[in-house]
């Protein structure tokens, strides 16, 4: 059992960093998958990045080069480190664990309530 709060989302200009967070509360926090998933306006619930809990990390070719998915288990924390951000990158940001790795939404047991990102300028 996982409970997830999101946090950290704001306003950011074009070209602009954010890094926002998902903290967990709940047993065997580092043996759970941990996943990044956004909606932006007009569009469908989309895999953002994600990683193992052995620590690998996969992203979706749309972030690829840009964003990163760093994980601190001593604070039950992953993160999502967002690079030359994009207009397009305007969304909702959710975090969820999984049993294992996924691209799958339907693969993830447990979900935050999601942080808005907003790259205008």
């Known amino acids: 059992q996982v409970q997830l709060v999101e946090s950290g989302g704001r306003l950011v200009q074009p070209g602009g960093s954010l890094s926002v967070s998902c903290t967990a509360s709940?047993?065997?926090?580092?043996?759970?998958?941990m996943g990044w998933f956004r909606q932006g306006p007009g569009k469908e619930r989309e895999f953002v990045a994600g990683i193992g809990w052995s620590g690998i990390t996969y992203y979706a070719d749309s972030v690829k080069g840009r964003f990163t998915i760093p994980r601190d288990n001593a604070k039950n924390t992953v993160y999502l480190q967002m690079n030359s951000l994009k207009p397009e990158d305007t969304a909702i940001y959710y975090c969820?664990?999984?049993?294992?790795?996924?691209?799958?939404?339907?693969?993830?047991?447990?979900w935050g309530q999601g942080t808005q990102v907003t790259v205008s300028s």
């Open positions: 969820a664990a999984a049993p294992s790795r996924s691209r799958i939404a339907n693969e993830y047991s447990f």
């Open positions: 709940g047993r065997s926090f580092s043996s759970y998958a």
